[in-house]
Nanobody, 124 residues
Framework: QVQLVESGGGLVQAGGSLRLSCAAS????????MGWFRQAPGKEREFVAG????????YYADSVKGRFTISRDNAKNTVYLQMNSLKPEDTAVYYC?????????????????WGQGTQVTVSS
């Protein structure tokens, strides 16, 4: 059974930084692409960043490009999201997810397992 546990969320002022972590178990982690999504109140869950099995290919939503960095440590079965220059509009629950293949995607339908989410709140 795949389990994903996110951590690192919290309250931060605009311009600040946070680093999210997602620890995975129940799968051969290095075989799968990973992604981060977020959902703000009253909005659809949206893609934030994705990374392929090796970490050599990454994708970002335009809204976070240049501010967020996704990375992974296959030895630790963990994917990270470094968030810098945070803005109030980044406030959301952040979810990590496992892709069905070794690649990654911006489409929710390409991800099969999801974590429980971690709250990120950016104050102005």
């Amino acid at each position: 059974q795949v389990q994903l546990v996110e951590s690192g969320g919290g309250l931060v002022q605009a311009g600040g930084s946070l680093r999210l972590s997602c620890a995975a178990s129940g799968l051969t982690f290095s075989n799968y692409g990973m992604g981060w999504f977020r959902q703000a109140p009253g909005k659809e869950r949206e893609f934030v960043a994705g990374i392929n099995w090796s970490g050599g290919i990454t994708y970002y939503a335009d809204s976070v490009k240049g501010r967020f960095t996704i990375s992974r440590d296959n030895a630790k079965n963990t994917v990270y999201l470094q968030m810098n220059s945070l803005k109030p509009e980044d406030t959301a629950v952040y979810y990590c997810a496992v892709a069905y293949t070794e690649w990654t995607s911006a489409r929710r339908a390409d991800f099969g397992s999801w974590g429980q989410g971690t709250q990120v709140t950016v104050s102005s």
